[in-house]
């Protein structure tokens, strides 16, 4: 199948970061179509052999497994062009329609890594350059809007020039192969659908840590905030794929139709909530692995005076026969005590104690994302011991690590994203009415904010952020998984 790939912000950080490395991937296993192009498009002033030297030199900066040899590369850069275009300029889509028309493809791929601001302007130009035909698709990159009402201007624009079908909204943490295995977990096996309901599972914990900061993102970070980056669309999704009812099929539309029945379900915010159940951080000066680090507002492009949150930790539940009661717990945040993302399944103790046991024998399902990606599942055993008639329970772990059983096997979540576009598959994307239901849940927190004059909690860079998130979950008599 031929194609071409366009990419907007093609010089951008996203481009060289994810993308390429991605494209790279898929074209070194074998399975990127034969007879595809990757155009790059940004405002400097290159040739095509000089974008094919700037996207090699960063290469050097990826994980050795993943670096190609001079000879790879060589060939991958035979499939790179370059249109210089200022997007903001209507006349320079000509220069963009002139490549393209250069040949005939059955599929043209416009992923739109830029700003927000920019999503309206590039599709609204390449409708009136003709380029929004029905082979076309179209990427979009998050963050979709800043609020509700942006978010709704955007996607009815973008509407206007392509269809449903057409659009696909990413969200890379759902193409991580431990997101694809959760799906598989609940619905391609009968051990675990008759426990995942209320009567079983005490609470769901959902965690997205970084050690890392803003870096040199700062400017960025003003406007957007851990709320807006983190839980509006991942964390969600991963609530949504926890909490979802089995679809009918495995087709897209099942899929979604499932996730916005979660999204639409969440309780509905109230003044008390939004005081006592939802935690906004920000880091303080501290230490990462034995090295001082600065507070967020000393870093680049941050105001000294910033309120914007680094840290959040909330509680919400799922109004529904299957989950009421059921505390879900988001947490997510930079700087933090380490990179770790994981959703952890606390199952309710058995019914009646038999055993004379001082230790906790609740059951816990635990889903590893990153940086290790697999299960584990966490039971009770009889322990060994020398006195006659012990009834000592030790805790015991099921360990599957995807990485060792799959190795080669396994497919990075951009690489399987820019696939599916490819091949236009929409399972792992998001529908325009998804992302509202999951704006206008956070929209009431975002406005909340704006009248607190407190401003977020400090935490010291390195911990797991401040103590009000622990707090919180201890109202309900649990705590986050490390602290337990």
């Known amino acids: 199948m031929s194609f071409d790939l366009v990419l907007f912000g093609g010089t951008g950080d996203l481009a060289w970061r994810k993308l390429m490395p991605a494209l790279f991937q898929a074209f070194r296993h074998g399975t990127l179509p034969s007879g595809g192009r990757i155009i790059g498009v940004g405002r400097d002033d290159l040739s095509a052999e000089q974008y094919r030297a700037r996207i090699g030199s960063r290469f050097d900066q990826v994980e050795l497994a993943k670096r190609p040899s001079p000879q790879e590369f060589a060939r991958f850069a035979a499939l790179l062009e370059y249109v210089r275009m200022d997007l903001s300029h209507p006349a320079d889509y000509a220069r963009l329609t002139a490549k393209l028309q250069e040949r005939q493809t059955d599929t043209v791929v416009m992923y739109v890594a830029t700003a927000p601001a920019l999503f309206t302007t590039v599709c609204e130009q390449l409708a009136v350059a003709g380029l929004n035909t029905g082979q076309t698709r179209v990427v979009l990159e998050k963050p979709l809007g800043h609020n509700l009402a942006s978010n709704r201007a955007i996607n009815e624009a973008v509407g206007h020039v392509f269809s449903e079908k057409q659009i696909f909204r990413i969200d890379h943490y759902l193409g991580k192969p431990a997101v694809q295995n959760l799906f598989a977990l609940r619905f391609g096996n009968a051990l675990f659908e008759p426990l995942w309901r209320r009567e079983h599972i005490a609470n769901i914990q959902i965690t997205i ?198 190795g080669s096997e396994r497919v990075g979540a951009y690489e399987r994203l820019l696939l599916d576009v ?63």
Not at 306 to 318: D, G, K, M, P, Q
Not at 337 to 349: C, E, K, L, S
Not at 351 to 375: E, R
Not at 444 to 467: C, F, M
């Open 209 to 406: 840590a970084e050690e890392l900061g803003v870096e040199n993102r700062g400017a960025f970070y003003e406007t957007t905030g851990a709320l807006r980056d983190m839980v509006q669309n991942h964390a969600l999704q991963l609530l949504c794929a926890i909490g979802m009812e089995p679809p009918i099929n495995a087709h897209a539309d099942a899929i979604r139709d499932e996730k916005l029945k979660v999204l639409r379900s969440l309780k509905p915010w109230t003044p008390e909530s939004l005081a006592q159940d939802v935690i906004r951080g920000q880091y303080a000066a501290g230490s990462i692995a034995g090295v001082a680090v600065p507070a967020y507002r000393d870093e680049g492009g941050v105001n000294p005076q910033s309120h914007t949150e680094t840290f959040v930790a909330l509680r919400t539940e799922i109004s529904n026969w299957r989950w009421a009661g059921v505390p879900f717990y988001i947490r997510t945040g930079k700087r933090l005590a380490g990179r770790d993302a994981r959703i952890v399944i606390n199952f309710r103790p058995t019914p009646h104690a038999i055993f004379n046991s001082q230790m906790d024998v609740s059951n816990q399902l635990v889903i590893n994302l990153q940086p290790k990606d697999g299960l584990e599942l966490h039971l009770v055993a009889q322990g060994q011991s020398n006195r006659r008639n012990s009834q000592t329970l030790s805790p015991v772990q099921l360990d599957l690590d995807f990485d060792k059983r799959f």
């Open 422 to 484: 490819i091949d236009g598959r929409l399972n792992l994307f998001v529908r325009a009415d998804e992302q509202f239901e999951a704006w206008r849940w956070v929209e009431p927190i975002i406005e909340h904010w704006k009248n607190d004059v407190q401003g977020p909690r400090l935490y010291a860079a390195g911990t797991w952020g401040p103590s009000a998130a622990s707090a919180m979950i201890a109202r309900d008599g649990y705590c986050w998984s490390e602290e337990c």
